[in-house]
C-alpha cells in the first residue's frame, strides 16, 4: 500500500503564514507529480497547486504570488509555503500524489487524509 501523510495545517492570523508538508510512503515506485487542493465549506474541491518530477510547477490564480510548492524527490515530500494567508484561504487541504505502486506497477492517484488550515482573526 500507499500511504499520504499531510502535516502543518492549524489556526493563523491573516497575513501570516504555514508550511504544510506532504510525504508518501510504502510502496510507491515513482512520483509523476505531486499536488495540494482544497475543499472549503460548502464548495468542491480545489486545485491550489502542483509540481511535476522535474520541478515544473503550475498554481490557480487566487496563490499566485502568495504560495509556493516545492518537492523532495529522495524524501518522496512536497511543501507547500503560505505566506500572506487570507480568511478565503480557510479549507481542508490535500495532498495528492500521481505516482506509480510498486507490484502491480500502475499509475494511480493517492490522496491524503487532509489538514484543516483556518486563517481568521
Known amino acids: 500500500q500507499v500511504q499520504v501523510v499531510e502535516s502543518g495545517g492549524g489556526l493563523v492570523q491573516p497575513g501570516g503564514s504555514l508550511r504544510l508538508s506532504c510525504a508518501a510512503s510504502?510502496?510507491?515506485?515513482?512520483?509523476?507529480?505531486m499536488g495540494w487542493y482544497r475543499q472549503a465549506p460548502g464548495k468542491q474541491r480545489e486545485l491550489v497547486a502542483v509540481i511535476t518530477s522535474g520541478g515544473s510547477t503550475n498554481y490557480t490564480d487566487s496563490v499566485k504570488g502568495r504560495f509556493t510548492i516545492s518537492r523532495d524527490n529522495a524524501k518522496n515530500t512536497v511543501y507547500l509555503q503560505m505566506n500572506s494567508l487570507k480568511p478565503e484561504d480557510t479549507a481542508v487541504y490535500y495532498c495528492?500524489?500521481?505516482?506509480?505502486?510498486?507490484?502491480?506497477?500502475?499509475?494511480?492517484?493517492?490522496w491524503g487524509q487532509g489538514t484543516q488550515v483556518t486563517v481568521s482573526s
Open positions: 495528492n500524489v500521481d505516482g506509480v505502486e510498486a507490484g502491480p506497477h500502475q499509475r494511480k492517484v493517492f
Open positions: 510504502g510502496r510507491i515506485f515513482s512520483i509523476y507529480a
